[in-house]
């Protein structure tokens, strides 16, 4: 069966940091790309990055979230990771990692799997 676990997510003041990790099973990891979506309440699903795993490459959906936030990939470990840095009460959102078999995906209906989401919350 197809997994992806996201996990890391917690409380954290703002100006902290928080580490989210995606761990996936079931499938050719090295064969796709992993991103990573966030959803606060009441607004839309939100992409901020992926990563491929063929080769390697990083996306930013925005400019400002690339200078906080780091994704990286374990490909031993079947992981892939986000940094998140300065974290603001804005960053408050479920957070959720999917993967794409797309070397780069531009959309969220372009990632075939999807896993549970991990709840990140940013005290001012």
């Known amino acids: 069966d197809v997994q992806l676990q996201a996990f890391g997510g917690g409380l954290v003041q703002a100006g902290g940091s928080l580490r989210l990790s995606c761990a996936a099973s079931?499938?050719?990891?090295?064969?796709?790309?992993i991103g990573w979506f966030r959803q606060a309440p009441g607004k839309e699903r939100e992409g901020i990055s992926c990563?491929?795993?063929?080769?390697?490459?990083?996306?930013y959906a925005d400019d400002s979230l690339e200078g906080r936030f780091t994704i990286s990939s374990d490909n031993a470990k079947n992981t892939v990771y986000l940094q998140m840095n300065s974290l603001k009460p804005e960053d408050t959102a479920v957070y959720h990692c999917?993967?794409?078999?797309?070397?780069?995906?531009?959309?969220?209906?372009?990632?075939?799997?999807w896993g549970q989401g991990t709840q990140v919350t940013v005290s001012s």
């Open positions: 999917a993967a794409s078999p797309l070397a780069r995906p531009q959309d969220g209906r372009e990632y075939e799997y």
């Open positions: 990563i491929s795993n063929t080769n390697g490459r990083t996306y």
């Open positions: 079931g499938f050719t990891f090295d064969d796709y790309a």
